[in-house]
């Protein structure tokens, strides 16, 4: 990787504090929404953090009021056709150019959807960076995790939470398919039918409860509970979590996750290349994206950052 010896980022912070590699995702005035740079520079990341000599563990956060609200969807859903701008990484005619991406997402048009999985094929390999780090991937949540923000919190290893987060994936009510397909590998098959047939958030309380985070903390303790793990992770010789991560991580790989992700990946594509997924994106076009997330929302009872599913 060329560029990771010097690293140009807009959507992230990195820097080195002790044995500490820090991630931050910082888009805070968008929730620190995904964009197609986001994956790419998050593997350059985790890249430099694995061979720098000093580094023992990667701490994954965000700025702002939460984690991560999933992907920047008013660039696909509520604008039409405005995919974000061409650079070095999204060369024209290419499989991740904007304009290629719109048209191959016409209603009136085939859809290819070799297409859509090679651009989103792409998100998933940066956020299992995390999984394939050599180094452990603790990550932090505040106020929300959702949709594909839940990418980067479960590729991570352990998930340290605040009690009053929520942390879920609406989008399996419409227009998505988790990509990374870790679920049932976080917390097993019945709870994650119950959460992905229903699109039911959990609370960082719920999510500990349920085994999905390690910790959960008051907001006000989260931070410092956050810290002590990671400094007592960064207390190990790099060469024994190396190979306490090789260890574990071959079980969640003899259980077929790579072959799950092409499948979830395709799933997602065709999500939004249903009837029900145009007339989603239609909707956010006319009325706005927030508004369309509303209307998918309030029948669960769920809208916003206080609607948790109780039962």
Request: aromatic share 8%; hydrophobic share 40%.
């Amino acid at each position: 990787m060329s560029h990771v010896s010097k690293l140009e980022l807009s959507t992230l912070t990195y820097e080195v504090t002790g044995r500490v590699a820090r991630i931050t995702l910082n888009r805070p005035s968008r929730g620190n929404g995904i964009t197609m740079d986001m994956p790419q520079e998050l593997a350059l990341c985790v890249e430099k953090a694995n061979i720098d000599p000093n580094v023992h563990v990667i701490a994954l956060s965000g700025n702002g009021s939460g984690f991560c609200g999933g992907y920047d969807l008013v660039e696909s859903a509520q604008a039409e056709g405005n995919l974000g701008q061409l650079n070095a990484s999204r060369p024209k005619g290419s499989t991740l150019d904007p304009i290629v991406q719109m048209q191959n997402h016409n209603p009136a048009q085939t859809w290819d959807p070799m297409l859509d999985y090679a651009m989103m094929s792409r998100n998933v390999k940066g956020f299992m960076s995390l999984f394939h780090s050599e180094k452990p991937v603790v990550c932090k949540v505040h106020g929300y995790c959702v949709a594909g923000g839940t990418d980067m919190a479960l590729c991570s290893d352990l998930l340290v939470i605040a009690e009053d987060a929520k942390i879920g994936y609406p989008p399996a009510r419409v227009w998505g398919c988790p990509t990374t397909s870790i679920w049932f590998h976080r917390i097993g098959l019945e709870k994650a039918k119950r959460l992905l047939f229903t699109g039911d958030c959990l609370t960082g309380k719920q999510a500990q409860e349920w085994g999905l985070a390690i910790e959960s903390a008051p907001p006000a303790e989260l931070d410092a509970r956050f810290e002590a793990l990671v400094q007592r992770i960064a207390l190990m010789p790099v060469n024994q979590l190396i190979m306490m991560k090789l260890l574990l991580n071959q079980s969640v790989m003899q259980q077929g996750l790579h072959t799950t992700q092409i499948l979830g990946t395709v799933f997602d594509g065709i999500t939004r290349h249903t009837e029900e997924g145009y007339q989603f994106q239609q909707d956010s076009m006319a009325q706005g994206f927030m508004q369309a997330v509303r209307q998918r929302d309030e029948p669960f009872g769920d809208f916003g950052l206080d609607g948790f599913k109780k039962g």
